[in-house]
C-alpha cells in the first residue's frame, strides 16, 4: 500500500512541479525497508525522496542534488499536494518564493 500512494505521490507532485516550470525534473519516493523484524514508530521502511532536474541523469537523495531555487519549488509541490489531502483550512509560507523568479513566479 505505500509502495501504490509512494507512486501516486510521485506523479502528483511531478503535476504541480510542471506548472513550476520544472517540466522534466524527475521526483521518486524511495522506501528503504528497515532491518528490523518488527515495525519501527513509522512502519518497515525509512522515506527518502530522490530528484533528478535533468533529463538522462539517475534520480539521487534531493538533500544532496537540488538548488535552492529548486528546493524551494519542490517544497511548494509537497505542501500543494499533501495540503489536498489534508483538513487544514489555512497554509501560511514564509518566503516560498525564495530562488524563483520571471515566469515561474508570476
Known amino acids: 500500500m505505500r509502495a501504490k500512494a509512494a507512486a ?3 506523479q502528483r507532485i511531478a503535476g504541480e512541479l510542471a506548472q513550476l516550470s520544472m517540466p522534466a525534473v524527475q521526483f521518486v519516493t524511495h522506501l ?3 532491518n528490523q523484524d518488527e ?6 521502511e525509512e522515506i527518502e525522496f530522490l ?4 533529463p ?3 534520480a539521487r537523495p534531493l538533500a544532496k542534488v537540488a538548488s535552492g531555487g529548486e528546493l524551494s519549488r ?8 499533501v495540503a489536498q489531502t489534508s483538513t487544514t483550512p ?3 509560507f514564509d518566503e516560498v ?9 508570476r
Open 56 to 58: 538522462g541523469q539517475p
Open 97 to 105: 518564493d525564495v530562488g524563483i523568479g520571471g515566469g515561474t513566479a
Open 74 to 81: 519542490i517544497s511548494l509541490a509537497i505542501q500543494v499536494v
Open 51 to 54: 530528484v533528478s532536474a535533468n
Open 90 to 92: 489555512t497554509l501560511i
Open 8 to 10: 501516486d505521490l510521485d
Open 39 to 44: 515495525p519501527a514508530p513509522h512502519g518497515l
Open 32 to 34: 528503504n525497508r528497515n
